[in-house]
């Protein structure tokens, strides 16, 4: 379980340490708006691209061999990152951390299923999911000290001696673990997912920027949606190879809709660690060190809820706990959504506890409900799908809330009285405005480039506080209400999937 914690906490550090150096790579890359999104986008682009087939795979090959593989991509991809000299290059060294952690988090998560009995498995998943939350807190502090003192890349280089540690603990500790390897690999699901996933999600990456109708938005949007659907279509009539969309799995309303409560939450909760940094930048003034701080209350509220979600599943029905969580976070967005630009710091960090301690609740519930339902055989190819979700929604979150700050932002900015020189890099992003304000030594134009970005952001906050609305209530009608402790098995179909997961396994010390 520590070996398995390791590998997800290299995940949690890197999401966490890339939001608080956007503001200065932004500066010293002179990167745009769209390329600090595609900083974020390139990650999740290729880990939602790869996670179905990631997942499957490691059921087949061998859990801990990919890990052990991804550790090492995901090591070189740091390394890259670190040295990276331009925009493009940060880009695509990032979406080389984004195939490693595609690996990394569904062989993560099946652990919980593969490792532990049903009674244990929920704390195994809160086990793994404040390894990730862990990183929140240690990678904006420690990104923080680092850029106060080097250069923005020594903030990817925290991630090279979490890797050679979890290389080592996964290497001694973990057991070889394998899922069904009697029939052959399904290689056009394989090939046809990836690029579905891959098509789609550009195109709602690049449609927010390019316009919905431009050919290169259209064009793989359309097409990776006909792939999806092909893709389907090939796996539901899919007899003779391991499939990599696994009906059985997707037909347990328990997984189903557990799925979909984490998707819905992500989808929150991507955008709003896209806003929060440049705020504290941008309106608060806060330098690298600051803005790491300054996420600590979010953070927290993730941490004590994830606890204290895991105690009262025993006493509270998962829909009531994953519909309150959704509820908890539409209050405190909501309640960000009326920041000012005078607004205290003691506000933001209610707010943002808020909505920490509600995501935590609606993640685990409804993540915890739908891990319980995998077999053991599945447990990776499960878990991918799941996080697929995950991913997916996350890259919509970006997508369609950054654009929203974007549009809002450029259009109160229009709106400001600035000379022609500075007017491109005023419009481009908050922080290249505030730096022309400060060049031109204009404290007016200062607080119109703040109060923009603060409308900009009330919007995208108002947007997720109705998308958490919508979550509530999807938890509410459509999860189930009881703690599916075999996940609606008989015993003797229990003890065949335990013995022939133990038959499965390369460790005679395992059995």
């Known amino acids: ?10 995940v949690g550090l890197d999401m966490t340490v890339l939001n608080v150096a956007l503001p200065t790579i932004a500066v010293d890359l002179q990167a ?6 595609w900083f974020v986008d390139a990650y999740t682009l290729v880990m939602s691209a790869m996670l179905l087939p990631a997942g499957m795979l490691g059921d087949r090959y061998g859990r801990k061999r990919l890990a052990l593989a991804s550790l090492v991509v995901f090591g070189a991809g740091s390394l890259w990152c670190a040295y990276a000299g331009s925009a493009a290059g940060l880009i695509a060294a990032r979406a ?25 498995r929920p704390r195994a998943v809160m086990v793994l999911g404040l390894s990730t939350m862990v990183g929140l807190p240690i990678g904006p502090i420690m990104a923080g000290v680092m850029l106060e003192h080097f250069w923005w890349g020594s903030v990817f280089l925290v ?5 050679a540690f979890a290389l080592a603990a996964v290497a001694l500790c973990m057991p070889e673990t394998r899922g069904e390897r009697d029939r052959p690999i399904d290689w056009v ?11 789609v999600t550009y195109g709602v990456i690049e449609g927010p920027e390019r316009g919905w109708a431009d050919p290169l938005t259209l064009a793989p949007l359309v097409g990776g949606a006909a792939v999806l659907v092909a893709f389907l279509v090939w796996e539901r009539r899919q007899r003779h190879a391991v499939p990599v969309f696994d009906y059985a799995v997707w037909a347990d309303p328990t997984f189903r809709w557990g799925a979909v409560g984490a998707t819905v939450a992500s989808l929150t909760m991507f955008g709003l ?12 003034g806060s330098d690298a060190l600051g803005t790491g701080l300054r996420t600590l209350p979010m953070v927290a509220g993730l941490l004590v809820s994830m606890r204290g979600s895991m105690l009262l599943l025993r006493r509270v029905r998962p829909r009531t706990l994953a519909s309150a969580g959704f509820a908890l976070t539409t209050v405190g967005l909501a309640l960000g959504a009326t920041t000012g630009v005078g607004s205290s710091l003691a506000r933001c960090a209610v707010w943002t506890a808020l909505v920490g301690l509600g995501f935590g609740a609606a993640l685990f519930s409804a993540q915890n409900q739908a891990l319980m339902t995998l077999p053991r055989q599945r447990a990776a190819s499960g878990s991918a799908l799941m996080q697929a979700m995950r991913q997916g929604g996350s890259v919509l979150g970006i997508a369609v809330l950054g654009a929203i700050l974007n549009a809002a932002y450029r259009s109160r900015v229009g709106e400001l009285s600035v000379p022609d020189g500075a007017r491109a890099a005023v419009a481009d992003s908050p922080q290249g405005g505030i730096t022309m304000a400060e060049r031109l030594g204009d404290p007016g134009l200062t607080h119109g480039v703040q109060a923009a970005f603060v409308h900009g952001m009330d919007g995208t906050l108002w947007v997720s506080a109705a998308v958490a609305v919508l979550g509530a209530l999807a938890m509410w009608w459509r999860l189930p209400g009881d703690v599916p402790v075999t996940a609606s098995r008989t015993p003797a179909e229990d003890a065949a999937e335990s013995d022939h997961a133990v038959a499965a396994t390369d460790s005679p010390t395992r059995v």
């Not at 699901?189 to 098509?199: D, F, P």
């Not at 660690?273 to 608060?284: I, K, S």
């Open 273 to 284: 660690m896209f806003v929060t940094p440049q705020y504290f930048r941008a309106v608060l």
């Open 32 to 37: 745009s708006s769209s390329q600090l999104q």
């Open 189 to 199: 699901g394989v090939v046809a997912s990836g690029l579905g996933l891959l098509g």
């Open 1 to 10: 379980m520590g070996a398995t914690a390791l590998t997800v906490l290299v």
């Open 96 to 120: 080389v951390l984004g195939l490693g952690s595609a690996v990394l988090i569904p062989l993560a998560m099946s652990a919980a299923v593969v490792l532990f009995e049903p009674e244990e």
């Open 159 to 163: 991630n090279v001696p979490v890797v």
